[in-house]
């Protein structure tokens, strides 16, 4: 739906052991290590030595009775602590940054014999990056497991290594274990962050490498709350997604893509209204963005969608009351439905409001509504809205309305008005209507002697103070007329007309 902000972009496959020297800047400090057995008994004789990280030995001394060892006048910068005594392997505590200071450090020295530690042993440190290699490859094959296993492995086999810690948390990001990717990438960024501030060592350490990979491991733990976000939306825990969205935006209220996501959230949610409050203010913030309005528009239809439902389900309420007699109350539904349209969309509604009003009584009222129904109708049922309004006319004798609406351009098509009207004459059964459709027959077409025909004999039945009309339009078909039988016909109806005239 939108372009993802949170493209993984970081993972930078490189593997290098990590080997540095110390940062050598500032004041001197001091060292106090306590040595003591598992039991936590003081350890004397214990070999205490200040290590670079490049495993060179800054300064080293020896327990007390106390077990204490205390080395001054250690550079500013970032060692390793090891101690060492026979018969005992060796303990250490890594990572311990010294400016100006005074450092206390505890070791505790296990039983055993003296072996190199994971930064001495030139295998373990190949060996993990072997991991390293096995873990990208499985990651690149979606061997989940095997991914998961290497990572972990080379990380055991040297914790040092950033870029392990690194891929791993992204593995973690990508498997949508969040808490997991968090955890170590903030190892990642700790680590990195700190050997970021160290000289470089050619071939070894690359300070601006580290710099980096900080970066980009603190840009992976910002994007998680966008990621757990997206994920609710997959697994349809909306009221979680637009809970995380709205989180976010209290920290960062100016980002759009925030309010973007959460106007996701929230029409998924069916919110429809606060969804395009949050992506107009997505656009506000970025107007160009052609996602943010394509969301608008699709939130805008949704909208319209659902007043279209809830107002046909009105208008069937209001539909079930007239049939039932209750116009009144029919006609409140009706104007609530019409509140609820667009006004392309009204034109059902006012052929309703019509009917009502014309239960009622409201003879004008309820011809303006049918008019107003015209008016909005779409092209391919005009005709249908048309009738509608005719028929109005015609059950309150409204003829010359009638035959006005019916003979508009609109409801003729492709037929002549007088063709329309000689059609409504011969199908209907009230006299008064085909007259008037009649007469303005013979108006239109003053040679349409069918017209004079019916129109004559109809004016004969109307009884005798209809006669000059009858001798006016009979002798004019007998004049022009076709059918030698309706000529007899109009001379015999003559015949009958001059007798009862003496």
Known sequence: MRKDHFTLIFICFVVFSLLFSTLVYGQDGTVIATCVDESGTPLKGVKVEILSLNNEKVK??????????????????????????????????????????????????????????????????????E?????????????AAEAEKKLL????????????????????????????????LQKAEKLAGMFASLPPVPGQLDPSQQKQLADNARKLIAAVPAYRGELAIKQKQYDVAVAIFTAILQKDPNNPDGY?????????????????????????????????????QQISARIENAAIAEAQSILDEGTKLLEGGDATGALEKFQRAIELLKEDKQAPVWR????????????????????????LAPE????????????FYLDNKKYEDALDTLTEPRALGTQSAEQVLMDLAGKSNEPKFIEAALERVIKINPDNAEAYFVLGRNSFADGKERDSRTIELLTKYIEMGQDPQKIQSAKDILVVVNGRSK
């Open 380 to 391: 391919k049922e005009i005709v249908n809205y048309i009738n509608n309004l005719a028929q």
């Open 260 to 296: 973007y996501r959460l106007a996701v959230a929230l029409t998924y949610d069916g919110q429809l209204e606060k969804a395009m409050s949050a992506i107009e203010k997505a656009i506000e913030i970025e107007p160009g963005e052609k996602d943010y309005s394509a969301l608008k």
């Open 60 to 129: 080293d001394k020896k327990s007390d009775g106390d077990g204490i060892a205390e080395l001054d006048k250690i550079p500013s910068g970032v060692y390793r602590v090891v101690g060492r005594k026979n018969d005992y392997t060796p303990a250490f505590y890594e990572y311990l940054t010294i400016d100006a200071s005074q450092e206390n450090v505890s070791l505790t020295l296990q039983p055993g014999v003296d072996a190199p530690l994971y930064f001495e042993d030139p295998i373990r440190i190949q060996k993990a990056s």
């Open 352 to 375: 309703q409001i019509g009917k009502a009003q014309a239960k009622l009584e409201q003879s004008d009222a309820a011809a303006e509504a049918y008019k107003k129904a015209i008016e």
């Open 131 to 143: 991991s390293l290699v096995l873990g990208v490859q499985a990651m690149q094959a979606n061997n």
């Open 153 to 184: 492995e080379s990380i055991e086999l040297d914790p040092s290594n950033v870029q392990a810690s690194f891929t791993l948390g992204t593995f973690y990001f990508q498997m949508t274990q969040f808490d997991q990717a968090i955890e170590t």
